[in-house]
């Protein structure tokens, strides 16, 4: 049973371009959260999917957008990157919402230079 | 708004001792609380959690965590500490009342778990 997988696993950007990272669900899980952790804290969360829709946001500004696809897959898009967006991305799934416990991929490392 | 502490940034333990990592929240509704273990550049891996029922939850690898809803507390501990126990470890909370905030999981900072030979 594969767990959540992330894509790229690094990631090297200039300031002021743009990335997406994406993020494929535990099988059998339908809800997608992303998550950003910078060094030395503790994730924060961005936002929710569910049914292909954003259904709750924290505190991130409308640079960071995303999108979730039929097959419960999901991208993060970061726009107009900062120094600033450098941290470890996370995506975790559950199944539900809300649901139970999330489960975590390992995590994008992105350093924007 | 809801919010997690975890005081200590390091805790230090001899391996075969037990251990505790120290986990205080605060959330408007009821609480559904979380143990999370993290490895050097890795992912999150979920240990247990609350939801309800039994204060004592036992979770994988020998952890367990005691919720306590007087102090909002939430411990997670083992009796025995290995040396490959040696990681960071997060509390997370999630508000069981549904609606808006109900979503997301609040982390706290981390606990930096060394133990020694």
């Known amino acids: 049973d594969a767990g959540v997988t992330q894509s790229p696993t690094h990631l090297i950007k200039t300031r002021g371009q743009q990335v997406t990272l994406r993020c494929s669900p535990k099988s059998g899980h339908d809800t997608v959260s992303w998550y950003q952790q910078a060094l030395g804290q503790g994730p924060q969360f961005i936002f929710q999917?569910?049914?292909?829709?954003?259904?709750q946001r924290g505190n991130f500004p409308d640079r960071f957008s995303g999108h979730q696809f039929p097959n419960y897959s999901s991208e993060l898009n970061v726009n107009a990157l900062l120094l600033g967006d450098s941290a470890l991305y996370l995506c975790?799934?559950?199944?539900?919402?809300?649901?139970?416990?999330?489960?975590f991929g390992q995590g994008t490392r992105l350093t924007v230079v | 708004a809801q919010s997690v502490a975890q005081p200590e940034d390091q805790v230090n333990v001899a391996e075969g001792n037990p251990l505790t990592v120290k986990c205080t929240y605060s959330v408007s509704g009821n609480p559904y609380l979380f143990w999370y273990v993290q490895y050097p550049n890795r992912g999150l891996q979920f240990l247990l959690k609350?939801?309800?029922?039994?204060?004592l939850v036992k979770g994988s690898y020998g952890f367990e965590a005691e919720f306590n809803k007087s102090q909002t507390s939430f411990h997670l501990k083992k009796p025995s500490a290995l040396v490959s126990d040696s990681a960071l470890y997060f509390c997370a909370v999630r508000d069981a009342t549904s609606g808006a905030g109900s979503y997301q999981l609040t982390f706290g900072k981390g606990t930096k778990l060394s133990v020694i030979p």
């Open positions: 975790a799934s559950s199944q539900g919402l809300p649901g139970p416990e999330a489960f």
């Open positions: 999917y569910y049914e292909e829709e954003e259904r």
């Open positions: 609350y939801i309800t029922g039994d204060n």
